[in-house]
T-cell receptor
Framework: GQNIDQPTEMTATEGAIVQINCTYQ??????LFWYQQHAGEAPTFLSY??LDGLEEKGRFSSFLSRSKGYSYLLLKELQMKDSASYLC??????????WGAGTKLIIKP | IAGITQAPTSQILAAGRRMTLRCTQD?????MYWYRQDLGLGLRLIHY???????GKGEVPDGYSVSRANTDDFPLTLASAVPSQTSVYFC??????????????FGPGTRLTVL
């Protein structure tokens, strides 16, 4: 079956760096997305990776290794507003988007 | 620009009743989607549409139907609601076709409780 694994919850300190991992086993691969979802709100797009390597966008970076079925989202200079759930989603060979359950990130002062 | 709007914001429904969740986008996007989100589970695709007049089934289509009469509107209907359909429902759209590299934009969600 298809599966995306992310840690359920992580805690980090304001101003620090945190890495949220995502591993996937899907039938094929056609891209990986990261979305941010604040409690009670809709998901919003953060990043898209289709080739191996690191994509940097301000304080957020996303890394992909297709051979390992692995991605991570790196958040630097954490701010209290970064407290949210972070969703990993993979497009499989049938161009279906498979979503992970999300990682709830708690930022402490 | 509103983006995507959904109505109602929340609803409590008796089991067996019929319910239509409304979704409208003003971005002229081609593809539209309906997801449900349950605690501890990832977003699950119910139905999608790549263009007006066409629809497709997602991962969990049973008990739900959709229509796409025009580009902007994509209503989701529960013909006879059951308690297991209690969930938060998100409508989304993307400029390109479903499954492509395009960002999906989400509506604010509808919280549905079936008793």
């Amino acid at each position: 079956g298809q599966n995306i694994d992310q840690p359920t919850e992580m805690t980090a300190t304001e101003g620090a760096i945190v890495q949220i991992n995502c591993t996937y086993q899907t039938s094929g691969f056609n891209g990986l997305f990261w979305y941010q979802q604040h409690a009670g709100e809709a998901p919003t797009f953060l990043s898209y990776n289709v080739l191996d390597g690191l994509e940097e966008k301000g304080r957020f970076s996303s890394f992909l290794s297709r051979s390992k079925g692995y991605s991570y989202l790196l958040l630097k200079e954490l701010q209290m507003k970064d407290s949210a759930s972070y969703l990993c989603a993979v497009t499989d060979s049938n161009y279906q988007l498979i979503w992970g359950a999300g990682t709830k990130l708690i930022i402490k002062p | 620009i509103a983006g995507i709007t959904q109505a109602p914001t929340s609803q409590i429904l008796a089991a067996g009743r019929r319910m239509t969740l409304r979704c409208t986008q003003d971005m002229r996007h081609n593809a539209m989607y309906w997801y449900r989100q349950d605690l501890g589970l990832g977003l699950r695709l119910i139905h999608y549409s790549n263009t007006a007049g066409t629809t497709g089934k997602g991962e969990v289509p049973d008990g739900y139907s959709v229509s796409r009469a025009n580009t902007d509107d994509f209503p989701l209907t529960l013909a006879s609601a059951v308690p297991s359909q209690t969930s938060v429902y998100f409508c989304a759209s993307s400029e390109g076709l479903a499954g492509g590299p395009d960002t999906q934009y989400f509506g604010p969600g509808t919280r549905l409780t079936v008793l």
